[in-house]
């Protein structure tokens, strides 16, 4: 139910609200080429594949559970290769691509073992020495998020998780995990910084950009 209530909340939202954590494009063009298959996996509307699409990445594809999100991003990108995701699995075979981003989709999945099933699923989807970009949010120590990680705790069994009052569950992260869940590859850069978020306040978070090891 869960994340059937996400899904809908993003698509409620899909045509109004604009992502704002940057893509480090410069560190991504230095280890993947232009000619590699990327996959953008959770896309939205399609920012950060458009960025690569105008620096002449053009092997792009795009996947997100929000059907009005794809629909925005085929609308305004009109170059981008974007579909809806439909059931639990990615619809791709093994090895099927060169480097995968993962841009703010961790924040929206609030239990570990979900988690862990998407990490897997980007492994089998990535080629041997593929290129895994993550970026995402850290736990922050300020009054109002500790409140919130507190108010609901308990309910969602996780400290870092949270309601938006409209209607979104988020979650931020605490750095030790986001460690573990990369464990199967080869550190390039692991990066801790502060990001604006979609509403506008200042968060912790990281990216991050490592190599398949199998």
Request: hydrophobic share 35%; with cysteine.
């Amino acid at each position: 139910m869960l994340i059937e209530n996400q899904k809908e909340y993003w698509d409620r939202v899909a045509i109004d609200k604009n992502f704002t954590t940057p893509f480090q494009i410069e560190l991504f063009s230095q280890v993947v080429d232009k000619e590699d298959k990327i996959l953008d996996v959770g896309c939205g509307y399609g920012r950060t594949l458009n960025e690569l699409y105008l620096q002449g990445f053009k092997n792009l594809f795009g996947i997100d559970f929000s059907e009005k999100m794809v629909k925005r991003g085929t609308e305004q990108f009109s170059g981008l290769n974007l579909c809806v995701k439909r059931g639990k699995n990615l619809p791709y075979e093994d090895n099927s691509f060169d480097s995968i981003i993962l841009f703010a989709v961790l924040t929206c999945i609030a239990k570990d073992e979900e988690q862990v099933f998407l990490m897997k699923e980007i492994k089998r989807v990535l080629k041997p020495k593929g290129i895994l970009y993550i970026n995402d949010f850290l736990l922050n120590t300020d009054e109002r998020n500790e409140k919130r990680y507190k108010i609901y705790e308990n309910k969602y069994k996780k400290y870092g998780v949270f309601e938006l009052p409209e209607g979104a569950v988020l979650r931020h992260h605490d750095i030790k995990w986001i460690k573990e869940i990369i464990s199967d590859y080869n550190d390039i850069k692991l990066e801790t910084v502060t990001y604006t978020t979609m509403n506008g306040n200042k968060s912790n978070g990281f990216y991050y950009l490592g190599k398949n090891i199998k």
